[in-house]
């Protein structure tokens, strides 16, 4: 028998990633009664870092972009919870440290200074394309200010021809993809890889990453990249504490199994222990689980969960579902985390994402995935180290490093087989040991995650990572919408509005947390933020 909970929420919200959280935290902070229910032992879903062996590793967001800009949402946000002392930012002023095959370069970060300290290297890199190197960056700005504009706008008529008046540049560009944008500026297709690199960023080609999603990264990226002080499990508990300081409650370690639909609304969930709590041995598995019940519900989960697994097919509208089938996600990802007893950062190393591509071709690393990621004898794929860290002296003990590799684009499938996992891990030890001579031999503490791990704490699925790919048909108005077909139920975070990131789904979880205050009749409830109408005061 299932039991039922006394309590009744205002909110109960599905995932404790960013989007969830800063939904759960403004509605707790506006005397909402909240409570957020995730599985993982900890909160930040993709914001978070795992502590292992005295080191301190961030798989995913380690570089926080646009939140330390100038008056930005989030340390307004952060501001008005009372939170903003226990984020530590760092700044880091060489974000990207680009290696090519016979050159390498910095994308830098810090305001508009680093952009013009940016735009001077590739200037000395391509000299005879200064003219179309200014075009590119004056356009890109300006698609950037009227993006940034836009930002809380919605898709209701008055919003619509807000963007239409006030936005020229983003309407018009908003459909392109990176690639071809680029082709009508400069030539030198060694440039062009240069312009074009952040697409890996979102493990796309250049011919299908969205211009939008390239601009936020590259431009706002100029403007504001930080790492944090603790990596970015910082941020999640910072939020997750102003939850529960506000009267909400985060459950550690559940599971919701179904949300609750009636009449075509939803009115709660069902929480069992999760698979990871049970595997730690602190609880059992409990078949018959509990209710809760709330009158709203926000799902921060990957939509397809949502609307596959944890609501009945038959309370679904057809239609959406099969809507839904049609869209891509971003594909899947694999990490390798390295203890090392060496110090990279005396050893000269930038503490910084480092980029390494052996080929100016970037859409190649898109082909022959399986053939690349095992072979020896072609050419090395794309790799990124996250050195970001290095700059936080918590992130290892003293004289040693924490050393991050990612593995992207990954294959979905074939992860059940251990000794393809060992030969992938062998071979990217070979190719970081390159760039970092003796590598191999400092490794203290050593651990791989294939995209079946990575699922297992993000509940993502494994041909699957940060939402949907940000192609142009799915990013900003045209992404997944948050009000969903069931009633009561809205959605926040990476599969919904606006894009991925962790600026991106704080700003979605802001949106949730508006849309539901809305509906209680409250006006204006992001007013103290100093959104009104949906536009930000400047
Ligand atoms: C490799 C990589 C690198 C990245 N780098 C950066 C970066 O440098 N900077 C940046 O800003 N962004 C970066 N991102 C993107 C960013 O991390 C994500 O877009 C963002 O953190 C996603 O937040 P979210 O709220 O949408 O959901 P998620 O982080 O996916 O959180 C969802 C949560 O829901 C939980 N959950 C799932 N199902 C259930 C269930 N049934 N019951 C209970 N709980 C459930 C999960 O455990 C998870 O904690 C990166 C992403 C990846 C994959």
């Given at each position: 028998?299932?039991?039922?909970?006394?309590?009744?929420?205002?909110?109960?919200?599905i995932?404790?990633?960013?989007?969830?959280?800063?939904c759960?935290?403004?509605?707790?902070h506006?005397?909402?009664?909240?409570?957020?229910?995730?599985?993982?032992?900890?909160?930040?879903?993709?914001?978070?870092?795992?502590?292992?062996?005295?080191?301190?590793?961030?798989?995913?967001?380690?570089?926080?972009?646009g939140c330390?800009?100038?008056?930005?949402?989030?340390?307004r946000?952060?501001?008005?919870?009372?939170?903003?002392?226990?984020?530590?930012?760092?700044?880091?002023e060489?974000?990207?440290?680009?290696?090519l095959?016979?050159?390498?370069?910095?994308?830098?970060?810090g305001?508009?200074?680093?952009?013009?300290?940016?735009?001077?290297?590739?200037?000395?890199?391509?000299?005879?394309?200064?003219?179309?190197?200014?075009?590119?960056?004056?356009?890109?700005?300006?698609?950037?200010?009227?993006?940034?504009?836009?930002?809380?706008?919605?898709t209701?008529?008055?919003?619509?021809?807000?963007?239409?008046?006030?936005?020229?540049?983003?309407?018009?560009?908003?459909?392109?993809?990176?690639?071809?944008?680029?082709?009508d500026?400069?030539?030198?297709?060694?440039?062009?890889?240069v312009l074009?690199?952040?697409?890996?960023?979102a493990?796309?080609?250049?011919?299908?990453?969205?211009?939008m999603?390239?601009?936020?990264?590259?431009?706002?990226?100029?403007?504001?990249?930080?790492?944090?002080?603790?990596?970015s499990?910082?941020?999640?508990?910072?939020?997750a504490?102003?939850v529960?300081?506000?009267?909400?409650?985060?459950?550690l370690?559940?599971?919701?199994d179904?949300?609750?639909?009636?009449?075509?609304k939803?009115?709660?969930?069902?929480?069992v222990?999760?698979?990871?709590?049970?595997?730690?041995?602190?609880?059992?598995?409990s078949e018959?689980?509990?209710e809760?019940?709330?009158?709203?519900?926000?799902?921060?989960?990957?939509?397809?969960?949502?609307?596959?697994?944890?609501?009945?097919?038959?309370?679904?509208?057809?239609?959406?579902?099969?809507?839904?089938?049609?869209?891509?996600?971003?594909g899947p990802?694999?990490?390798?985390?390295?203890?090392?007893?060496?110090?990279?950062?005396?050893?000269?190393?930038?503490?910084?994402?480092?980029?390494h591509?052996?080929?100016y071709?970037?859409?190649?690393?898109?082909?022959?995935l399986?053939?690349?990621m095992?072979?020896?004898?072609?050419?090395?794929?794309?790799?990124?180290?996250?050195?970001?860290?290095?700059?936080?002296?918590t992130?290892?003990?003293?004289?040693?490093?924490?050393?991050?590799?990612?593995?992207?684009?990954?294959?979905?499938?074939?992860?059940?087989d251990?000794?393809?996992?060992?030969?992938?891990?062998?071979?990217?030890?070979?190719?970081?040991?390159?760039?970092?001579?003796?590598?191999?031999?400092?490794?203290?503490?050593?651990?791989?995650w294939?995209?079946?791990?990575?699922?297992?704490?993000?509940?993502?699925?494994?041909?699957?990572?940060?939402?949907?790919?940000?192609?142009?048909?799915?990013i900003?108005?045209k992404?997944l919408?948050?009000?969903?077909?069931?009633k009561?139920?809205?959605?926040?975070?990476?599969?919904t509005?606006?894009a991925?990131?962790?600026?991106?789904v704080?700003?979605?979880?802001?949106?949730?947390?508006?849309?539901?205050?809305?509906?209680?009749?409250?006006?204006?409830?992001?007013a103290?933020?100093?959104?009104?109408?949906?536009?930000?005061?400047?």
């Amino acid at each position: 028998m299932v039991s039922t909970r006394q309590d009744n929420y205002d909110t109960i919200i599905i995932g404790a990633g960013m989007g969830g959280l800063s939904c759960g935290a403004w509605l707790a902070h506006k005397g909402m009664k909240v409570l957020v229910v995730e599985q993982n032992l900890q909160p930040g879903g993709f914001c978070s870092s795992y502590k292992r062996n005295g080191f301190n590793f961030t798989p995913a967001a380690s570089v926080l972009t646009g939140c330390t800009k100038k008056d930005s949402v989030f340390l307004r946000l952060t501001q008005q919870l009372g939170i903003e002392k226990e984020i530590e930012f760092i700044p880091i002023e060489h974000c990207y440290h680009v290696h090519l095959p016979d050159f390498d370069y910095y994308i830098h970060s810090g305001g508009e200074e680093a952009r013009q300290k940016f735009i001077e290297q590739i200037i000395t890199l391509f000299p005879h394309e200064t003219k179309g190197i200014h075009a590119f960056f004056d356009k890109l700005e300006k698609f950037y200010q009227q993006a940034d504009y836009a930002t809380f706008l919605g898709t209701k008529p008055m919003d619509l021809a807000r963007v239409l008046l006030k936005c020229p540049t983003l309407v018009k560009n908003m459909g392109k993809t990176i690639g071809p944008f680029v082709d009508d500026y400069v030539k030198d297709p060694k440039l062009k890889t240069v312009l074009t690199m952040n697409s890996t960023c979102a493990f796309l080609p250049p011919s299908r990453a969205s211009l939008m999603g390239i601009v936020m990264l590259l431009i706002e990226g100029l403007i504001s990249n930080a790492t944090v002080k603790g990596g970015s499990q910082a941020i999640a508990e910072a939020f997750a504490r102003s939850v529960r300081d506000s009267g909400g409650e985060v459950l550690l370690g559940c599971l919701v199994d179904k949300i609750l639909v009636e009449d075509g609304k939803a009115y709660g969930v069902r929480v069992v222990n999760s698979p990871l709590a049970i595997s730690k041995g602190t609880v059992s598995a409990s078949e018959k689980g509990e209710e809760i019940l709330g009158t709203h519900i926000v799902s921060n989960v990957a939509a397809r969960q949502t609307f596959h697994n944890l609501i009945d097919a038959d309370k679904v509208d057809r239609k959406f579902l099969t809507g839904l089938d049609k869209l891509e996600p971003t594909g899947p990802f694999c990490a390798l985390f390295l203890g090392l007893d060496m110090d990279l950062k005396k050893m000269g190393f930038t503490p910084a994402l480092h980029v390494h591509s052996s080929t100016y071709d970037i859409k190649e690393h898109f082909n022959n995935l399986e053939a690349k990621m095992v072979g020896e004898q072609g050419p090395d794929p794309c790799f990124r180290f996250h050195l970001a860290p290095l700059s936080d002296p918590t992130s290892a003990p003293e004289g040693k490093s924490a050393f991050m590799m990612h593995y992207i684009p990954a294959p979905s499938r074939g992860w059940d087989d251990p000794e393809r996992e060992k030969k992938l891990v062998d071979l990217m030890i070979k190719r970081a040991e390159k760039v970092i001579p003796g590598l191999s031999q400092h490794i203290v503490y050593q651990e791989f995650w294939s995209p079946l791990t990575v699922d297992k704490y993000s509940l993502s699925g494994q041909d699957a990572s940060m939402g949907w790919a940000i192609t142009p048909e799915q990013i900003g108005p045209k992404r997944l919408a948050q009000e969903t077909p069931i009633k009561n139920l809205v959605l926040s975070g990476h599969w919904t509005r606006p894009a991925l990131g962790v600026l991106s789904v704080v700003i979605s979880g802001l949106q949730a947390a508006r849309m539901i205050l809305e509906s209680e009749g409250i006006e204006e409830p992001l007013a103290d933020l100093g959104i009104k109408r949906g536009l930000m005061s400047k």
